[in-house]
């Protein structure tokens, strides 16, 4: 049976996530999530991380929380690579992992489709 979470550790990463999905949120929507939602999320510990999935498996996202670090993942990454890149990102000072520039914005093929027609 795994160790309880200390409150104060769950309280702080529940503050923290709440102030990752807030981030960028146009003025009106900043306060839209809050700590205390994140506390509905299926939580266990894995060594100093506290992982977040949503409620009943809603979606495939994950989220590795270790003060001050949010780091996002996909269901179906590998707990290895992901907690060994995690920790290195940390030591590194950042707070959150660094957008995968593979996965970047399909508005920017329409837009280079229409410079297409154009010529």
Not at 28 to 38: G, I, N, P
Request: aromatic letters at 10%; charged letters at 35%.
């Amino acid at each position: 049976m795994p160790d309880p979470i200390d409150p104060e550790t769950l309280e702080r990463a529940c503050v923290l996530l709440a102030e990752h999905h807030n981030e960028g949120m146009p003025e009106e929507l900043r306060d839209h999530y809050s700590a205390e939602a994140f506390k509905a999320y299926e939580i266990a510990p894995y060594d100093e991380w506290l992982i977040f999935s949503s409620p009943g498996g809603f979606t495939n996202q994950l989220y590795l929380v270790s003060d001050p670090m949010v780091y996002a993942m996909s269901g179906w990454e590998s707990y290895e690579v992901t907690v060994a890149e995690a920790r290195a990102l940390k030591a590194a000072g950042a707070t959150r992992r660094p957008p995968d520039p593979r996965e970047d914005d399909d508005d920017d093929d329409e837009d280079d489709d229409e410079d297409d027609d154009a010529s």
